[in-house]
């Protein structure tokens, strides 16, 4: 049987990692999501807390054998990991307590007067069995037991997860102590499992169990998501979070601040690697103001990286022969590293007459390069953020609350992205019940889906309405009764 392969990105060695899953094990592991999802979606909100609440704590008191296994998969470093898991512990307990407060399913009741008179219900119920395809960059928050996984089971769907290459031994442990944990709580067999490899991941989109599914990553690999979902039998919605260049606008107002806007970009698009799919890819500042000057001096000051696969690494230095030849100009070049899949910080500069639908200097570079112009007024700015391709996140850097352009700027800025930041890097998203981490086709496949923060339940949900119903045949969250506690 074929074995997927764990690779060390700060040497280039490879380790035989887990198997793939056998074409029979995936249909058992989707039959158990199946047969488990009734127990799923009428457990109390309460109960699916108490089960995430577990795993919490199984992730926290493994948090050493956890960052260890990750660091030498992804060389992302252990300071780094451990944060990282330590906010996937809390954006746990977040979702947990998120389904438990009943808000997502939307409960609305209404009489309207007769003769006869109309009794009418409608609530947001879990859809089904969800197939979570993580990510790489995010071995922790956008895993195998992220955003994605938390969200689906605290709406009361099961979840099948699939393995992410770039972290394979790392995908197999949480699977591991996720699929124990719940057992101990009290969760259903089939309420979380795994499959390993590529031939797996499409066989699981093609169950005719499956509702509905979760991915981030590329575009390329959630187009082919998105296409392959299409095809079935029965369509199913894809939640692909893809990520796109994330425009930053520094107006004219506040080019004092430059160079401290510059640090603060450079340390954003170097941040992790390069390796997020918030990452700022363009930052357009007037011209005079310095900014190519600023950007250069601390792009070349930043220290080598390694990237997280041979693959990502190869695309990357691919990427920036392609800035290259597309109109760009290598402004600088920050350090490398002597081994394993290095890469160097890049800034390239390009003119706005350059930043043309369809040109290659619009395609995200994932790694830690960011195009550089400057404009040489705020009309030709904004005119330029017009025709860029929509992104997940942009931000806006101006002179407070006085600045004549940052209204136009902030307005121009949101028709084209899911959140704006004004004076500060887009790169941090946090995990709360106002966050919007989505945006417009090609940087996500539904604009109106988040994958971080309450609404995220929304996704694996869908809207049912019940007319004349008695209170017996009524899901428990409609019930005049409120068996579930969530009008206490």
């Known amino acids: 049987m074929s074995t997927e392969v764990s690779h060390q990105p700060r040497t280039g060695a490879t380790h035989p990692g887990p198997s793939h899953t056998a074409p029979d094990d995936v249909a058992a592991a989707v039959a158990a999501a199946r047969a488990a999802y009734p127990v799923v979606s009428t457990a109390t909100p309460r109960d699916r807390r108490r089960w995430l609440d577990a795993v919490a704590d199984t992730l926290d008191a493994h948090a050493d054998e956890l960052v260890a296994i990750a660091d030498g998969e992804t060389a992302l470093g252990e300071e780094r990991l451990r944060g990282e898991l330590q906010r996937g512990v809390v954006n746990m307990r977040y979702y947990a307590a998120v389904g438990e407060s009943g808000d997502w399913l939307r409960v609305r009741k209404q009489t309207l007067p007769g003769p006869p008179p109309i009794d009418l219900r409608r609530a947001n119920l879990p859809i089904g069995p969800v197939a979570v395809f993580g990510a790489s960059n995010f071995p922790f928050q956008f895993g195998v037991v992220g955003h994605d996984t938390c969200s689906a089971i605290s709406a009361g769907c099961p979840v099948v997860t699939k393995a992410h290459p770039a972290h394979p031994r790392l995908s197999v442990r949480l699977a591991e102590l996720t699929r124990s944990t719940l057992a101990a709580a009290g969760a259903p067999d089939g309420t979380y499992s795994l499959v390993v490899g590529f031939g797996a991941g499409?066989?699981?989109?093609?169950?005719?169990?499956?509702?509905?599914?979760?991915?981030?990553?590329?575009?390329?690999?959630?187009?082919?998501?998105?296409?392959?979902?299409?095809?079935?039998?029965?369509?199913?919605?894809?939640?692909?979070?893809?990520?796109?260049?994330?425009?930053?606008?520094?107006?004219?107002?506040?080019?004092?601040?430059?160079?401290?806007?510059?640090?603060?970009?450079?340390?954003?698009?170097?941040?992790?690697?390069?390796?997020?799919?918030?990452?700022?890819?363009?930052?357009?500042?007037?011209?005079?103001?310095?900014?190519?000057?600023?950007?250069?001096?601390?792009?070349?000051?930043?220290?080598?990286?390694?990237?997280?696969?041979?693959?990502?690494?190869?695309?990357?230095?691919?990427?920036?022969?392609?800035?290259?030849?597309?109109?760009?100009?290598?402004?600088?070049?920050?350090?490398?590293?002597?081994?394993?899949?290095?890469?160097?910080?890049?800034?390239?500069?390009?003119?706005?007459?350059?930043?043309?639908?369809?040109?290659?200097?619009?395609?995200?570079?994932?790694?830690?390069?960011?195009?550089?112009?400057?404009?040489?007024?705020?009309?030709?700015?904004?005119?330029?953020?017009?025709?860029?391709?929509?992104?997940?996140?942009?931000?806006?850097?101006?002179?407070?609350?006085?600045?004549?352009?940052?209204?136009?700027?902030?307005?121009?800025?949101?028709?084209?992205?899911?959140?704006?930041?004004?004076?500060?890097?887009?790169?941090?998203?946090?995990?709360?019940?106002?966050?919007?981490?989505?945006?417009?086709?090609?940087?996500?496949?539904?604009?109106?889906?988040?994958?971080?923060?309450?609404?995220?339940?929304?996704?694996?949900?869908?809207?049912?309405?019940?007319?004349?119903?008695?209170?017996?045949?009524?899901?428990?969250?409609?019930?005049?009764?409120?068996?579930?506690?969530?009008?206490?």
């Open 202 to 488: 499409t066989a699981l989109v093609d169950a005719p169990e499956i509702a509905a599914v979760a991915f981030t990553g590329s575009q390329a690999g959630g187009m082919a998501l998105v296409d392959r979902a299409r095809r079935r039998e029965r369509p199913i919605p894809v939640y692909a979070e893809m990520g796109t260049v994330n425009p930053v606008l520094v107006t004219p107002a506040a080019i004092d601040r430059i160079d401290e806007i510059a640090a603060e970009l450079v340390a954003s698009f170097t941040l992790g690697a390069g390796q997020f799919c918030t990452k700022p890819g363009l930052l357009m500042a007037p011209a005079g103001s310095g900014v190519t000057e600023a950007t250069a001096t601390h792009v070349a000051s930043s220290p080598g990286v390694w990237l997280l696969t041979e693959g990502i690494a190869a695309a990357y230095r691919d990427g920036i022969d392609d800035l290259v030849t597309a109109g760009g100009t290598l402004l600088a070049s920050g350090q490398t590293m002597p081994s394993g899949y290095a890469a160097q910080p890049h800034a390239v500069t390009v003119g706005l007459a350059d930043l043309r639908p369809g040109s290659r200097l619009l395609g995200e570079c994932f790694g830690p390069v960011a195009l550089v112009a400057q404009y040489a007024d705020i009309d030709e700015a904004l005119g330029t953020l017009a025709t860029l391709q929509p992104s997940l996140t942009g931000a806006v850097y101006g002179a407070g609350p006085d600045d004549p352009d940052l209204p136009r700027a902030v307005e121009r800025m949101a028709a084209q992205v899911g959140r704006v930041v004004v004076d500060g890097p887009p790169t941090g998203v946090a995990c709360a019940d106002a966050m919007h981490h989505g945006g417009p086709w090609p940087s996500t496949s539904d604009p109106r889906s988040t994958s971080v923060g309450a609404h995220a339940l929304d996704r694996f949900t869908r809207p049912v309405a019940y007319q004349n119903v008695p209170e017996m045949a009524l899901p428990p969250a409609l019930r005049d009764a409120d068996p579930w506690g969530l009008d206490a």
